[in-house]
């Protein structure tokens, strides 16, 4: 990510959930020449099981000509990033965003403690990831993250990574109105902090997938995401790591609503997994041309 950093670009987290996703996100990365973050939630760890996700990451990443890393995403507390270092996760997130300021560094503090001395590095969060749209000042201040509480935040806790609050969110109804964030607040950020910033709920809910998924007979009204300027001009600002996780569902149930309906005599779970897997695919390559990490690998 220094690299990424350095040279303005961001390397893509995806989040994957099973097979499929890990092979779409690996064959992108592969294909676009491109370093890639695999992440994996305690809600997916819950669903799979932690050997499950270590193995097949591993397993995927070995013969890759690619850099590929397998990340703890939203860890929720000591123990799951524990278990994560221990099993050989390359970092991990610890997500204290919703304890007060000292609360999150003791929590943070904990992890990086844990994670450093075995090489792993540790992502923390400081402000919230909610819609914040239509509220007052005083309101998104509370939710955004302050520039010198982040200053603060990065020499107390020694963290490798941080993911700021600017406007985004999880999902796929990130705005009501026009999508906004706020970018005046990223520079003071940058300014003031060294290491890379991560931007979470990042994913742009592509109308042609939502069209797609809503002629098969999915209800996605409303649905709204990051403008892919907004992502450009984001990385300028010193954005090195995205979270995609969104976006890939999108892709998956759009096409398999799709195949079902036009292959009604198919029953392969091959086939309607493998159509699944080539859009996930699809939209990971076209995230890693939008973040400039395509060819980033020799
Ligand atoms: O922030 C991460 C996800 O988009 C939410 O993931 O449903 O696996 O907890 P989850
Ligand atoms: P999206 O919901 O916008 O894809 O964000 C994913 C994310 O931040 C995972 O940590
Ligand atoms: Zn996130």
Request: aromatic share 6%; hydrophobic share 45%.
């Amino acid at each position: 990510m220094s690299s990424a950093m350095k040279e303005a670009y961001a390397v893509g987290a995806f989040n994957i959930s099973n097979l499929e996703s890990l092979l779409a996100v690996v064959e992108a990365a592969v294909e676009e020449k491109s370093p890639v973050i695999v992440a994996v939630t305690p809600s997916s760890i819950r669903y799979a099981g932690l050997a499950f996700f270590e193995k097949i990451v591993k397993t995927a990443a070995k013969p890759a000509p690619v850099p590929m890393s397998l990340h703890l995403d939203h860890g929720e507390d000591v123990e799951t990033a524990s278990k994560c270092i221990e099993a050989g996760f390359t970092s991990v997130m610890i997500d204290g965003s919703h304890l007060k300021f000292e609360g999150n560094i003791a929590l943070t503090k904990r992890v990086v403690n844990l994670a450093h001395p075995k090489g792993v590095s540790v992502e923390a969060e400081l402000g919230r990831l909610a819609g914040v749209e239509e509220s007052t000042v005083e309101e998104r201040e509370a939710v955004l993250t302050d520039p010198d509480a982040a200053e603060e935040f990065v020499k107390r806790t020694d963290v490798d990574a941080l993911a700021v609050a600017i406007g985004t969110s999880h999902g796929a109804y990130k705005f009501k109105g026009e999508p906004k964030l706020d970018f005046e607040r990223l520079k003071l950020i940058r300014e003031k902090v060294g290491i890379p910033l991560v931007l979470h709920g990042a994913s742009s809910v592509p109308s042609w997938i939502i069209e797609k998924a809503v002629k098969y007979g999915a209800e996605l009204g409303g649905a709204k995401g990051i403008p892919e300027e907004h992502i450009r001009k984001a990385i300028s600002l010193g954005i090195a790591k995205i979270n995609i996780d969104t976006d890939l569902r999108l892709a998956f149930t759009a096409t398999v609503r799709e195949f079902l309906v036009k292959s009604p005599k198919m029953f392969d779970p091959r086939k309607i997994l493998g159509s699944a897997k080539e859009a996930m695919k699809e939209v990971v390559k076209s995230k890693m041309l939008l973040f400039r990490s395509s060819g980033k690998v020799l």
